[in-house]
Antibody, heavy 125, light 107 residues
Framework: EVQLVESGGGLVQPGGSLRLSCAASGFTFSDHYMDWVRQAPGKGLEWVGRTRNKANSYTTEYAASVKGRFTISRDDSKNSLYLQMNSLKTEDTAVYYC????????????????WGQGTLVTVSS | VIWMTQSPSLLSASTGDRVTISCRMSQGISSYLAWYQQKPGKAPELLIYAASTLQSGVPSRFSGSGSGTDFTLTISCLQSEDFATYYCQQYYSFPPAFGQGTKVEIK
């Protein structure tokens, strides 16, 4: 059974930093690209970023709203995905989901087939 | 940038109804469209990809159609567990983007 479990959310002040983790199980993590997607309270879904796997040099792409502040990384030996968030703003307050791109899809044109339960990040003074 | 218009934003329906949700693109995306269902406090779940392919385990009352710019999600006979919010997502153009969502509520 595919499982994705996020952790690391919490309350942080504007300008602060936070690192989210996503533990994957039930599939061969290294075969898949992975996404982070967020959802502000009462709002819709916003794609945050995507990372390739080791075979494709772990390269990443980000939404314009987070580029330069957020960094996605992964450790395929630990089946884990990370999101380092720096210079946080109040508008970054959201539930953050990690999600899997099906194996074999092109990096530039893949959807997501499994999602974690999410972790809430609140940016407030 | 591809602009997406998902409609309606709110749909009131009764159990047993046939409901349709529309997702329209500002330019053609072939069949690079997915549909997700989200229940309150839960993560989104994939229903359909490639515009019309049902994800494994999804009930057959859900179906998707369309290509190019106009897409539709149809629930043929609404069940109580289907009251939720539905999102379309285009993955033809990077970055992938979601529609605004359609909340299906009990009439």
């Amino acid at each position: 059974e595919v499982q994705l479990v996020e952790s690391g959310g919490g309350l942080v002040q504007p300008g602060g930093s936070l690192r989210l983790s996503c533990a994957a199980s039930g599939f061969t993590f290294s075969d898949h690209y992975m996404d982070w997607v967020r959802q502000a309270p009462g709002k819709g879904l916003e794609w945050v970023g995507r990372t390739r796997n080791k075979a494709n040099s772990y390269t990443t792409e980000y939404a314009a709203s987070v580029k330069g502040r957020f960094t996605i990384s992964r450790d395929d030996s630990k089946n884990s995905l990370y999101l380092q968030m720096n210079s946080l703003k109040t508008e970054d307050t959201a539930v953050y989901y990690c999600a899997r791109v099906p194996a074999g899809y092109d990096f530039w044109s893949g959807y997501t087939d499994y999602w974690g339960q999410g972790t809430l990040v609140t940016v407030s003074s | 940038v591809i602009w997406m218009t998902q409609s309606p934003s709110l749909l009131s329906a009764s159990t047993g109804d046939r409901v349709t949700i529309s997702c329209r693109m500002s330019q053609g995306i072939s069949s690079y469209l997915a549909w997700y269902q989200q229940k309150p406090g839960k993560a989104p779940e994939l229903l359909i990809y490639a515009a019309s392919t049902l994800q494994s385990g999804v009930p057959s009352r859900f179906s998707g159609s369309g290509s190019g710019t106009d897409f539709t999600l149809t629930i043929s006979c609404l069940q109580s567990e289907d009251f939720a919010t539905y999102y379309c997502q285009q993955y033809y153009s990077f970055p992938p983007a979601f529609g605004q969502g359609t909340k299906v509520e009990i009439k």
